[in-house]
């Protein structure tokens, strides 16, 4: 079971990318999932997470901005991005908290490999 994130680039500030993050493995279920990015020298921070049943909270300095989706039959989370700006710039990695396999294995706290993005002119 591991997650694979997907989506990143360079992109002009106003501009729009879509982040995507796929679990792969035999997943029974994920319970909250969810993007952080960290930027040089910073802290890794809280960008947007949701629940199984679509509840969702935003990091303040993104909300109107980005809207994190799943799509709950394919295992994957997706971000999408608009009106970015040179502060978005960062590292972003996906993570789902918990996931069961149809073993009833359970995986606690996994991180995706991480995707840049870079917002400049």
């Known amino acids: 079971v591991q997650l694979q994130a997907s989506g990143g680039g360079l992109v002009q500030p106003g501009g729009s990318l879509r982040l995507s993050c796929a679990a792969s493995?035999?997943?029974?279920?994920?319970?909250?999932m969810g993007w952080y990015r960290q930027a040089p020298g910073e802290q890794r921070e809280l960008v947007a997470r949701?629940?199984?049943?679509?509840?969702?909270n935003y990091a303040v300095s993104v909300k109107g901005r980005f809207t994190i989706s799943r799509d709950n039959a394919k295992n994957t989370v997706y971000l999408q991005m608009n009106s970015l700006k040179p502060e978005d710039t960062a590292v972003y990695y996906c993570?789902?908290?918990?996931?069961?396999?149809?073993?009833?294995?359970?995986?606690?706290?996994?991180w995706g490999q991480g995707t840049q993005v870079t917002v400049s002119s």
């Open positions: 493995g035999s997943i029974f279920s994920i319970d909250v």
């Open positions: 993570n789902a908290d918990i996931m069961r396999d149809y073993s009833g294995s359970y995986y606690y706290d996994s």
């Open positions: 949701i629940t199984s049943g679509g509840s969702t």
